[in-house]
Nanobody
Framework: QVQLVESGGGLVQTGGSLRLSCAAS????????MGWYRQAPGKERELVAA???????YYEHSVKGRFTISRDNAKNTVYLQMNSLKPEDTAVYYC??????????????WGQGTQVTVSS
């Protein structure tokens, strides 16, 4: 069982930056693939970025070059650095974890979400 707690959301102006953090419980964090999803009002939840247990990364097309996912296994934490934020990045951001398999889907542990609002 893994428990995930996100932090770092907030209100920022267009072009600003935020860093989201997701702290995970458990002793085997390094074995988990981690993902950041977001869900905007009226839209489906989408995978924004993911990082495998080995450090491979994935980014959704609209955030490539602006967002960076990283992990610190010693701290059981995954981060999402978000730069050059746009109003369309406004959403609730969720941290997710899974053990094994592709990091594109199949996440079975979820955080409670943190709101990111980008004002124009």
């Amino acid at each position: 069982q893994v428990q995930l707690v996100e932090s770092g959301g907030g209100l920022v102006q267009t072009g600003g930056s935020l860093r989201l953090s997701c702290a995970a419980s458990g002793r085997t964090f390094s074995s988990y693939a981690m993902g950041w999803y977001r869900q905007a009002p009226g839209k489906e939840r989408e995978l924004v970025a993911a990082i495998s247990s080995g450090g491979s990364t994935y980014y959704e097309h609209s955030v490539k070059g602006r967002f960076t996912i990283s992990r610190d296994n010693a701290k059981n934490t995954v981060y999402l650095q978000m730069n050059s934020l746009k109003p369309e990045d406004t959403a609730v951001y969720y941290c997710a974890a899974k053990l094994g398999g592709s990091y594109f889907s199949g996440y079975n542990y979820w955080g409670q979400g943190t709101q990111v609002t980008v004002s124009s």
